[in-house]
Every structure is written in C-alpha cells, then in structure tokens.
C-alpha cells in the first residue's frame, strides 16, 4: 500500500483523485455487489421479471449514469422498489383482459411487456424534469430543500429501511449478531486497508458461521448453469397501462432528490451542482427506460450502498463502476449468482441494521452542522411532519381524469415538507 492509500485509508475519505491499486478497487466493488444483490433480485422475484435481466440492467443503467454524470458520483443503480405494486396491477389488468389466471409473481410475459412499456416512459419523464432542471438552475430546485428539509428526508430514507433490517435479522438472530458485531469490530478496530473493508468481512465471517451451523443451502449453486445469456424480452406500449405506472415518477423524481441529496451530504460535495442535477436525473431516468425496454425493473439510486460510502468513507465513484461490471458477469454466470443468493439472509441483515442506520445518522448530521434551530416552531413542525408522513405509512390517493396513482412514504412527507416551508413565515 502506498503512503497515499494508508494516509486516506486511516484518517480520512478515500477520493477519486486518491490512488488505489487495481486489486484493493476489485475488492471494494465486490463489496458493493454484495450489497445491493439481495435487494435488485428480490424485485424480480417479486413481480416475475427475470433476474438475470435485471442483474445485466442493473450493470448497464448504473455505467450509464457515470457516464451522464461525469463520473462524479458514487452511485449504483439497483431495482427500484416503488414500481412493484403498479407491475403487478398491470400485469393483473392484462391477465384478465386475455382471460388468463394471474398470481403476483407469476411469470405472465404478456403482462410484464406492457408493465416493462409504462416503465419506459416513466423513465423518460425524468427527462422531462431534467430539461426544466437545465433551462431554470439547480439552484431554483435546491431553494425548495434548505437543511430543515433534507436532512428529515435524508432520516426517513433510512429508517423507512429499518423494518426491513429487522425483518431478514429476525429469521436467524445468531447470525445476525455475527455479522453486525463484526462490521462493527473492523470499523473500530481494524487498521489500514481492512478498515474499509467491513461488509465483505462481515459477510466472510457471517457465511463462514452459518456453513457451520447447517444454514446455508449449496443447491441452488449446484444445480445453476455456468454460463447464460439473459432471457431478454422487449416492452410493449398501451396508453391505459402507461397511465397506470408512469405517475410513479412523480413520486420517485422526489426520492430521486432526497438520494442526491443524501449521497452529497455523505461525500460532502455539493452533488446538485457538479455535475448538476439535470445530469443525475437524465442518467436515472434512462437507464430506467433503457432497463424496462429489454425486460427489466426500474432503475433507483440504491440507498443500500450509501450506507457502504457512509460507513468506510470509500467514495471514488471507480468502485462503483466496478461492482456494475460484477452486477453483469453475475447476469451472464448464473452459477456466481447462485452462489450469492446462498448467503444467508440474516446475515445480510444483521449488516443492513448498521448500514440504514448510517444513512439516518447522516440526516442527523446534515440538521447538526448546518445549525437548524429547532427553538423555532415552524421548524419543528416541518421536520414533525415529513419523518411521521415519511414513516407512518400515510398514502395521499390522486385522481387527475382518467390518471389516477397515490403518493406515500417518503415522497409524501417530502412533498408536505417542501410546501410547508414555502408557506411558513421564517420568523
């Protein structure tokens, strides 16, 4: 390790002007592949699109968006959450149309084309917001989210994702324990370059633990084929279905937002201005429509992954590309996926506890250091309100003609907390 690598490594931020060996980069992005694997695979198996698609999408969106945005921010694009429930009302109303039984999940071709077709143009509609973004500033859009704002949104982000944690932890607490305790060993007490390494470690040692324990299940990884093409599968369009999905993007332009946001504030750069965010939106956005067009999920900045930039201050957006060029081996071998979805999941939770807390905790800093004085009431009442809409559960149907979706979670309290500080008096 050069000085340079150990001076970064031990007492600040690895950045991308900041040299690291091609090897010790490798490492770091197969972190980052653990770590989003478990959530872009659960979409599809959750909706019936194909994994390995959306493994390749996930590869191929997450370069593009590097490449839109300069190679400057250190994001990687996983399957979006927020279009699952819309897939499967798509999916369903095709079904029945055709008289054909539907279960969620199913793998109903028909259905998740014209699904795939909604998600096309919902991508495109960040276009949209972005050729705004471009012509009236960033600095129009940013006047709406002040620290009061960003930083509660930056917390609901990561405490939306708590249950979640709890949830894959609680199915086997020891293992759990295991691979929390030591992330949280090699963060404190690890030195040079393991330090930066504690969710690979703590997987290693999770893995190793529940191989012991008779937890993990090699036949998946047996009976996968080494190699595979992905069953790609082009999107079919319909003005009903379209109306269907595309509202969604309202909602996760918003989430789009409060990603940025919360990236910048862990990376400390003012992301919203370099490279701008016309640039992360269009990069989102069509990696999106690029997904969806050849039988993917929808695209999203993963918070997952923030939570890795947050815990080892590894932010050259290098290790992100690298863990995109994994996401796309692991789509064409489908034996290394097999072998990943073998990892435990309270493994993956115990990890996930300490990572989603990062990300509230780095909300929490964004309030402290710019000072937000909550001795004001119009600022405790903002912050009140977008973390109890942002985590309650609130949901806001919205009808416009024959459009019709609903906005909830973090996007709602998002939305409420943006106009309350437009229309609350500052003294």
Known sequence: MTNT??????????????????????ILGLQHTFTMFGATVLVPI??????????????????????VTKKKVPVFLGSSFAFIAPILAVAGAVAVKNGIAYNPGDTY?????????????????????AGLVYIFGYEKIISFFPPVVTGPIIMTIGLLLAPTAIGMASGNWLLAIVALATVTAVSIFAKGFMKVLPVLIGLIVGYFVSILTGNVDFAPMLEAKWFGVPPFQLAKFDMEMIFIIAPVAIATMVEHIGDVLAVGATVEKDLMKEPGLHRTLIGDGIA????????GPANTTYSENTGVLALTKVYNPVVMRIAACFAIILSIIPKLGAFISTIPTPVV?????????????????????????????????????????GLGGATLPVKIGAIAFSVSGMALGAIVGIILNKILPQD
């Open 109 to 129: 071709a028909e259905g998740l084309a014209y699904a795939q077709g909604g998600i096309v143009i919902a991508g495109l509609v960040y276009v949209v917001l």
């Open 5 to 26: 690598e150990k001076s970064e490594v031990n007492e600040g931020a690895v950045r991308e002007e900041d040299h690291l060996s091609a090897g010790k980069k490798a």
């Open 349 to 389: 939770g115990g990890i996930s506890i300490v990572l989603f807390g990062m990300i509230a905790s780095v909300g929490a800093r964004t309030v402290v250091e710019n000072a937000v004085d909550f001795s004001k009431p119009r600022n405790l009442i903002i912050s009140a309100v977008i973390l109890v809409l």
């Open 288 to 295: 999106t429509s690029i997904s969806a067009m050849f039988g």
């Open 46 to 67: 959750i909706t019936g699109l194909n994994i390995s698609v959306a493994l390749f999408m996930a590869g191929i969106g997450t370069l593009f968006f590097h490449m």
